[in-house]
């Protein structure tokens, strides 16, 4: 057992809710009661997975697994006999929830509502699924559970007057909703307002069963989720204010005030669910993404499956206290969904599976000693309240909640064609569990899953994610063909929905677009993705100069997205010019200012203009947001040095070396701050024996078939003050004469030590040669690509004026083969970086190149004389 | 020692009484209910006022 630092938790969901709301509630007193939780416990954001849909990740937040292997894989799943389809049900799990994991150490769960729970599971404890609080007759109707709501059976008749049905909701209870319409009594006049009714109704019937249980029931292990601050965000988060242009002043008036109520009515639901607990009860309140509220609240909701999710943002919220856990609002950060079933089993003092995809979220415990782990839950027999594979539930039971699916606009409304229609879930379905895959790293997998849906329907948000997973696994020719594909098939689709608009219009159907809708465009622009995925594709294959006005042709028509400004910032910090990198950081940080990576370029551009001050609250900030990336901690202290808090600076260091074992130019910062600074020999002596034991040299191989203009690149360098190795007597200005590269590549096949001649150097090594070079080392390889006709053609020339000597024109065409020998090779060696050059480029763009040379080399580099190098010739 | 609150439950219900849960739910019923029946009796006895 590990340590047990409480008896008893309460795990409280609250879909979307984000802190973009809730502050400013607080800060109004108008959230008392979240506002005096997180100030007795831990708070901060916490990262959803993609993509951000509710069934798939509250599955994750329960089992600490991605979709692939938990099995839920969007909202709605087919029949076991593909003769239609039903909300995702608890059967589709393949993976052990918490709640399993503790029916199997003797801890009685109640869980209500849980998304996806139907049918209940037969736990040590009481189940209500989330079909629980679904109305399917009229008011007055005999509103009958369906089968499976509730486990164990004989609970049905306490729980089932608990449910409140949305026509029950009275003037009264709607006015702080909707005061308008509640003061001219017309609630149910129209389709929104009736919506809202029906999402207080089900947030009251969950309240009330989950109420109940704690009061009525023992329990060990609580779980209570609610979908209404979601509901009421889709259907009202347009009308928050401020008010944008399009929002007309008679809907802002009526549903500006629905978000805020909602938020209040969770705040006063948690007063009540908190005053059920003892004090040896630990409580988890968290949401599974955020819902923009702002600015980036999306114009349009694209016409497709899942498409609300648009709305959804990347952070949620997560609020922790009671046993175990630190008092008085320290905020955390780094946390993650998947985190939550280890952080409940660590808290128990129970072992964490390694196969979990999570980690224990120590920040927020008082005492950091270490969970202990199994291999897996999954091998632990024993009884687990899981239901057997083969159960099935009745479908049918389950259509109401799929028409409320269809009425949020999560899913299309059935087809005729069952079979098709079927078969399209499965592949919104896998392309959904593919997209969960690229989120968990799972590259290659999701890569065959989105080749395959793709060429079945051409879907082009398929084709979209595809060329983003090409990019991600390098494979640039083919995310390069595919762009040109998806442009293709993107003025295609717009032509053919403007067609069927267009004929629509004509008979007079209702629309689902608006005037000012793009689809009326007769030559639409391409989507923005596409620009965008090319800029990335530029930028992948070192071509920033090319890459930067397609960014900023992006950047202007897309004012949402902080990943365009932070890539022109990057590139900007490349090339030295600190003042724009500063200004598109700033104009990243405004769209996300909770950005870590954000706060840190800002800071290392205020860094690299000595404007220190500023820049020590960047990497604060930005530690603060995310704390396990040890470059902030480096370049903090560096920082710190130049403001000469050499203490402090050691301790940002140490704390980097910490997070990366072996950072050398921390242990160099820590020697010379021990040596020079802090007077203490024995410690910079430590260091100083660290880096001499543990850290290689480091060599820079230009590389290239022969010809190819590695000479060239060897000169730039040299040029831009980098020591350089040449073979004596070579004259590198002769081109008449064959290419050589540097003798030592021979030595090294009989004597790898030989080596460290070459350390912090350059030297020109063939392709066909590079897997000589020893392992022990780092390498950075410039790769000089030409175009073979080029090469040809030169080899020719220089052929007949020496007749010998020269590479045999077979090696030359035997170039792809030593390319991929070579690629293998560095694939392998995690020591070795490679850049690859193209030799035009270096004629067309020699600023532009040299200046991605040099930060590739990582030197402070004469980029000038570097450049002259290429101009003079 | 939590305070005390007291609510003044009314069969129109309100988000004050649904926040309460289980509680909250089972005493709207019931004003609900009594509400019900002294509108029945009242309707009885306007009945009984005009038979007579």
Known sequence: MGKQRTKKVLVVGWDAADWKVIEPLMQQGKMPALKKFIEEGVYGRIQTLDPPLSPMLWTSIATGFRADRHGIGGFIEPLPDGSGLRPVTTTSRKVKAIWNILNQVGKRSNVVAWWPSNPAEPINGVMVSNLYQVANKPLGKEWEMPKGTIHPESMIDELKDLRVHPQEISLSMAAPFIPKLAKEKELKKEKRSIGIAKVIAHAASVHAASTHLMEKKDWDFMAVYHDAIDHFCHLTMRFHPPRRPQISEEDFTTYSGVVEAGYRFHDMMLERTLELIDEDTTVILLSDHGFHSDHQRPLYIPNEPSGPAVEHSPYGIIAMRGPGIKKGGVEISGTSVLDITPTILALYGLPVGKDMEGKVIYQAFEDVSPAEYIESWEKVEGEHGMHSQEQQEDPWAAQEALQQLVELGYIDPLDENVAEQVAKAKRESDYYVARNMINGGRIHQAVEILERIFEESKITRYGQRLAFAFLELKWYLKCQSLIAELRILEKENHRKTLERAKKQKAEGKKLLYDDEHPIWREEVEEPLYLDYLEALLLLAINQPWKAEPILKRVQKKNLTNPDVSMNIGKIFLMRKKYAPAEKEFIRALAIDDRSAQGHYCLGLSYLRRNKTEPALDEFLTAIQQNFYVPTFHYHLGETLVRLNDFESAVQAFEVAIRLTPGMAKAHKWLHKLYSEELNDPKKAEHHQRFLEKNIRGEVVVVTGLPNSGATKVLQMLQAGGQEILVNSGEDLNDTTKPEQEYSLIVKLRKDKAAISQARDKAMKVFVQNIMNLPEHYTYKVIFVNRNLDEIVSQQKKIMAKVKKNALPMDAVYNFQEQLNKMDNWISANPNVRKLNVEFNDLLDFPKETSEVIADFIGKDLNTKAMTSLIDEK | ?52
Do not use: D
Request: aromatic share 4%.
């Open chain 2, 1 to 52: 020692m939590k305070e005390k609150k007291e609510f003044k439950v009314t069969a129109e219900g309100s988000l004050g009484i649904l926040a309460l849960g289980a509680v909250g739910i089972r005493l709207w019923r019931q004003a609900k209910e009594e509400k019900e029946k002294t509108k029945g009796k009242t309707k009885r006895s306007e009945n009984g006022k005009t038979k007579n």
